[in-house]
């Protein structure tokens, strides 16, 4: 079955949110200590983020996300936007340093003992990847065994942390037993053992934050929403990655993070009915993702080309689109119920993958101050996020939604003038203007 269940039971959510809150204390903890090796590194908060933090989470509670915030006090960087062909690429930086290399020799020795400060092309900038790989990657590194340590104590607790790099995240799996997961949980709360969950994966996005928003308001209310740069630095074929930027920078590009605005707008939009709507369909797609991937690998067999070429952040896009238009710009457009939300949010995806493009929600949509009143949208192209797929996987994907999503989903799509009119203008939308 490829539908089915999306949810789990708020036991072993409780669970799993318990053993993440108390590893990440321990971990932020740590970290900070690691950080003061450092001069004037800076390990300041972390923030909850991603479908755990925002109520997206299907099937079983062993993913999260966080963003570990820091700081480099007394650095004085001045964001660069990222161009080609003089043409700003919006949602990317570089971090330029407004200060002299002798000064930094002196203050920062340890931090350019790393690389951590790059010249290129006579100016002086803050290398994501060095940053990424050589200090915050070893930080985590280290806190892990610190918590390791801390956490075995107790002889009858099994528990470690394994981690991989996938730039910006750090990424960590924290392996633990049923006793590990008793000496985790909230005084005087029962749980059952099948409640709990052997392995959890953690995905630890260090950021810097750029700024706060202090115009932009969503339903009447001011956002504040902090804007964070997180390290976006790749390795590989220039044509598949960042292909806007020459080989050299690759290491020194910063990601402008968009997710601020989007817990914001899920918070509110979770709290009316058609925004719990729209959020249910968004989860039924991930399901059928979800299950599609594990039935292939149950048959050896390759997944469906939809659940390859797309990723959940396409999705959550998808999903957004369809508040901006059915909430906002078009709200008398009947949508009464999930099954009315996965209608229009399988006919805005099916728009898409023909358009051959998704342009990003926050940084190429034109309409996007209608809904964020004050919003500043970034200049230039639009930033397209299936500009790595190819047309003919764009194709195939149309395919299978149209034939196997559908069915599956047992849907049925009727021709609905209100549908087809909102439908059309979100393609005109996307096929409209100059790409990056």
Not at 197 to 208: F, S
């Amino acid at each position: 079955m490829l539908s089915g269940d999306i949810d789990f039971g708020s036991k072993p959510w409780a669970r799993s949110r318990e053993a993440v809150d108390y590893v990440m204390k321990e971990l932020q903890n740590a970290m900070r200590a690691e950080a003061a090796k450092y001069e004037r590194l800076m390990i300041e908060s972390y923030i909850r983020q991603g479908s755990s933090r925002d109520a997206l989470k299907v099937i079983w509670p062993n993913e999260y996300d966080s963003v570990i915030q820091f700081q480099i006090e007394g650095l004085k960087l001045v964001p660069k936007p990222v161009t080609k062909s003089s043409v700003v690429i919006p949602g990317f930086c570089f971090f330029e340093i407004d200060d002299k290399w002798d000064n930094f020799e002196k203050t920062f020795p340890k931090l350019c003992q790393k690389s951590v400060f790059v010249k290129s092309n006579g100016k002086l900038f803050l290398s994501s990847k060095n940053l990424h790989e050589k200090i915050l990657t070893l930080i985590v590194d280290a806190a892990s065994v610190i918590v390791q340590k801390k956490i075995r104590d107790n002889k009858e607790v099994e528990f470690s942390i394994t981690r991989k790099k996938n730039p910006p995240a750090i990424n960590i799996t924290i392996h633990l037993n049923e006793e590990a997961h008793n000496q985790f949980m909230v005084a005087g709360k029962l749980r059952k053992a099948e409640d709990g969950t052997g392995e959890i994966d953690l995905d630890i996005v260090p950021a810097m934050k750029l700024r706060v928003d202090t115009t932009t308001t969503y339903q009447g209310t001011r956002l504040g929403c902090p804007i964070h740069a997180v390290c976006k630095w790749v390795e590989g074929d220039m044509n598949q990655m960042l292909e806007f930027v020459s080989e050299t920078e690759k290491t020194l590009v910063w990601h402008i993070n968009s997710a601020g605005y989007e817990k914001h707008t899920l918070d509110v939009i979770r709290t009316t009915a058609r925004g719990q709507y729209i959020l249910t369909a968004l989860r039924i797609m991930k399901t059928y993702f979800v299950r599609a991937k594990t039935l292939a690998k149950d048959k050896k067999q390759s997944p469906p080309q939809l659940v390859t070429v797309l990723k959940s952040y396409h999705l959550k896009q998808i999903a957004l689109y369809e508040v901006m238009f059915t909430c906002h710009l078009r709200p008398t457009v009947a949508l009464n119920n999930t099954y009315d939300a996965l209608l229009y949010f399988i006919s805005l995806l099916e728009a898409a993958l023909d358009a051959k493009h998704l342009p990003h929600f926050y940084y190429s949509n034109p309409l996007i101050t209608q809904m964020y009143p004050g919003y500043e949208p970034p200049g230039g192209p639009k930033y397209d996020l299936f500009r790595k797929c190819p047309t003919d996987a764009l194709f195939q994907a149309k395919k299978v939604l149209q034939n196997q999503l559908v069915t599956t989903l047992r849907l049925v799509r009727t021709e609905k003038q209100d549908m087809t009119k909102l439908v059309n203008e979100f393609k005109d939308k996307i096929l409209s203007g100059k790409y990056s």
